[in-house]
């Protein structure tokens, strides 16, 4: 099977740590399923909640935040073990931010140069 990373949907950081890993992050899922082929099937609401989207991601591993309280939690089993794999994430080559223009603004009467 491949690997997953998933997450609860609170909380920040989730879109950074997929752009690091340049891995594609589907948010807000309400369901997982695996498929014929043994692939994650992420199932995210569209259209207001009308249809169920199903979306199998491009990359790997799949990183996906779970919408909280959409599974149903499982008793857990304390002898169960797990494989731990650390990725590193590769250094960024430049940064991806570029200021194209400095300006300053007026704050509570003040003028404040924005740097």
């Keep these: 099977m491949e690997h997953i990373v998933s997450t609860p949907g609170t909380g920040g950081g989730k879109p950074r740590i997929a752009a690091r890993l340049r891995l594609r992050l589907t948010g807000d899922v309400i369901d997982l399923e695996i498929n014929a082929h043994g692939q994650l099937v992420q199932l995210k609401p569209a259209l207001v909640g009308h249809v169920m989207a199903p979306i199998l991601s491009?990359?790997?591993p799949n990183i996906v935040t779970l919408?909280?309280?959409?599974?149903?939690?499982?008793?857990?089993?304390r002898g169960a073990s797990a494989t731990v794999e650390v990725l590193a994430a590769p250094a960024a080559a430049k940064a991806d931010v570029t200021v194209l223009e400095v300006e300053s603004m007026e704050m509570l009467g003040e003028t404040k140069k924005i740097n």
């Design 58 to 60: 491009k990359t790997l």
């Design 67 to 77: 919408r909280p309280g959409m599974l149903t939690p499982i008793v857990p089993d």
